[in-house]
């Protein structure tokens, strides 16, 4: 009997030991990500940002070039630069584990697959369309091309409807609380 107490001790002891390598382990994992950036800049480079781990925005930079743009294509540069720079946290994550706990780690697994779903992959960009409104044409029309339709002058307001007011009457109740 008492050989049998030995061997679940040291079982026991093996499996205690086994808990803190692995708590040691992710601790390590955890710091590592914490301490994640990722920076990106966009295309034509008049966006860059960083990100941390969480896919929160640390740092935002828009370049003097951007000033020729419209807000809403600055904008959308903006969110295409963010969402380039997420999608790129599963594959950190995925690093940051291997090189601690192990890819086959069932918790591991849960993590990376919840970060792919957090911060997919980005829609393929198409390139942009040429900008609407700021393009100014000198010379001759081709007579070939439909004519613009002629514009018609905005219809004159209706009158109002309100009736003239007589000279003697009176707006302040006659210093009087109208509740009353």
Not at 70 to 82: I, N
Not at 106 to 125: G, I, S, Y
Request: charged residues 30%; glycine residues 6%.
């Amino acid at each position: 009997m008492p050989e049998d107490i030995g061997a679940s001790e040291r079982m026991l002891s093996q499996w205690q030991q086994s808990i803190e390598q692995k708590a040691e382990r992710y601790q390590e994992m955890a710091a590592r990500v914490q301490g994640m950036t990722i920076s990106e800049a966009s295309r034509d480079g008049s966006v860059r940002l960083t990100i941390g781990s969480n896919g929160i925005l640390t740092h935002l930079e828009i370049a003097e070039s951007a000033r020729d743009k419209r807000m809403a294509e600055v904008s959308a540069e903006v969110m295409r630069t963010l969402q380039r720079a997420q999608s790129r946290i599963p594959e950190l994550l995925q690093q940051a584990m291997a090189e601690t706990i192990g890819t086959q780690d069932e918790t591991a697994n849960v993590l990376f697959d919840e970060a792919k779903r957090n911060f997919p992959a980005p829609p393929h960009e198409e390139p942009a369309p040429p900008p609407v409104g700021r393009e100014i044409r000198f010379g001759i029309e081709d007579d070939d091309a439909p004519a613009p339709p002629p514009s018609r002058p905005a219809p004159p307001a209706p009158p109002s409807r309100r009736p003239a007011r007589r000279p003697d009457e009176d707006d302040d109740f006659g210093g009087q609380s109208f509740l009353s």
